[in-house]
């Protein structure tokens, strides 16, 4: 009888730890007022799926997301970056934007001119984009 209550708690832990193993993980962004997800192997082969309700519910459905992004009204930025425990890496300001590349606690990344990122912030007039790992597409 002993036997039989270990085998079945630990079947039960097995499948618990499946469970966690399985699922996907939490969004990389909170609070913003569009979500998409780019779905794919690689930015070239790209897709680009906007989650126009509840961003949670889509990402159970995606299986090969290789990076978010979420666009803001306004954004805190060193509040935000403080959340994610990020840190700029290099800056590129252009004619209509400013770009900020960083490091952050986010599962996704790319290599840019030697740096590993993770996170990419547009900043413009009409609102904030950001992404992990990188903005894919027009921004």
Known sequence: MRFLKLFAVTILAGAVIAA?????????????????????DTSKSCREISAEYNADLYKLALFDVCGECAEYEDL?????????????????????????????????SVTLYGEEINLHICVKTQGIKVASPIIFGGY
């Open 20 to 40: 966690i193993a399985v699922l996907p993980s939490r969004l990389c962004f909170k609070g913003a007022e569009s979500y998409t997800f780019f779905c794919g």
């Open 76 to 108: 805190d930025l060193t509040a935000f970056l403080k959340s994610v425990n990020g840190k700029i890496i290099f800056t590129e300001t252009l004619y209509d934007s400013v770009n900020y590349y960083c490091k952050a606690d986010l599962p996704y």
